[in-house]
């Protein structure tokens, strides 16, 4: 069943949104660009400060969002590792700007948005390992940012959800920062695009097949079809194709019914949970792809209320872990 209201706005994207699968990354990013509204600054964090940091590929470009006033009893603010979405090709710090205040105001973490380097221009794995970067350097720098390294969560829309998992893994095997949740709202899992959401949904409901498809091209520089560069390990750019998920952080998975990538981010959250990860899957039927950043439907307002409840109960203090050991596992 799908409401008037998502009805009305499914035929307004599906008019308006470029067909960026005919098109080039960069016609494609500058045509998604020029349909961007500047952010706008309500009031809602006490400060959104614009850093550079040092990224493995240069510098990197993040925008850290600071609420207003102080934390419940004085103590440091839960933080977050933000990736925006866009296909790995397009979107920015600018683009996911309001979310992101949101996510500030509605939490109480410092929010750290990420603008990770694009493709095709820069592809796999570049997006994970900037987005891994910027994870490292927000924990490292924590007591800077007046946030508590033990308190840190990663989180994504889309293709920006792919980079969260992906940095869960990266954190796992390299002995990284302890990642307290990831929030992964309709991710970005794998690049065969052969799920039967993919077909139901293949048109008429936003994002498309075509489209995701061609997304993968871009960012596994062609090699969508075969998983991309074999030098790369398969788990760096498609989460599910990992070796195992064991060990992994509590995890909030939001999907959309109407959605191609719906029956791979369920299958994501299965996955999780049967690995024994703690898992929260909310599913939205009537619902399609990109949804929650969409301000003014309504149905979005209440899932990211619910998303920023979520994400508090797993960014609540722990007495029984001191935050010194968020900085790195043991």
């Not at 308006?16 to 309500?42: L, N, Y």
């Not at 075509?210 to 790369?232: E, F, S, T, V």
């Not at 750019?237 to 191609?260: F, M, N, Y």
Request: hydrophobic share 40%; net charge negative; glycine share 10%.
């Amino acid at each position: 069943m799908i409401d008037h209201e998502v009805r009305t706005l499914l035929k307004t994207l599906d008019a308006g949104f470029p067909a960026v699968h005919e098109m080039t990354g960069p016609e494609a990013r500058a045509a998604v660009d020029a349909r961007q509204a500047p952010p706008a600054d309500h009031g809602e964090v006490h400060a959104a400060q614009d850093r550079t940091i040092a990224g493995p590929g240069g510098d990197l470009p993040v925008r850290v969002y600071t609420p207003h006033g102080d934390a419940p009893g004085g103590d440091p603010r839960p933080l977050m590792v933000f990736a925006h979405g866009g296909g790995f090709v397009f979107c920015s710090v600018d683009s996911h700007d309001g979310f992101c205040r949101e996510a500030a105001a509605s939490t109480g973490a410092v929010v750290v948005s990420v603008g990770y380097r694009l493709a095709p221009e820069h592809p796999a794995p570049a997006a994970a390992e900037d987005f891994y970067a910027a994870l490292c350097w927000a924990v490292e720098h924590a007591r800077e940012l007046h946030a508590d390294p033990a308190r840190v969560a990663v989180a994504g829309d889309s293709a920006g959800g792919n980079l969260a998992a992906v940095a869960c893994l990266l954190a796992r095997e390299r002995s990284g920062p302890r990642v307290a949740a990831q929030a992964l709202l309709y991710p970005v899992i794998d690049p065969a695009c052969d799920t039967p959401s993919h077909h139901r949904y293949a048109t008429g409901h936003f994002n498309t097949r075509a489209a995701m498809r061609w997304y993968w091209r871009q960012y596994l520089h062609g090699g969508a079809d075969d998983g991309g560069d074999p030098a790369i390990p398969a788990h760096h750019t498609a989460p599910l194709r990992a070796p195992s998920l064991r060990g992994l952080p509590p995890a909030v998975v939001v999907t959309a019914d109407r959605d191609p990538l719906s029956d791979e981010g369920g299958a994501y959250a299965s996955a999780l949970a049967g690995a024994g990860v703690p898992v929260v899957h909310r599913r939205y039927p009537g619902l399609f792809h990109g949804f929650a950043t969409i301000a003014p439907l309504g149905a979005a307002a209440s899932a990211r209320a619910l998303l920023w409840h979520d994400l508090g109960e797993r960014l609540a203090p722990d007495p029984s872990i001191s935050s010194d050991e968020g900085k790195a596992r043991a």
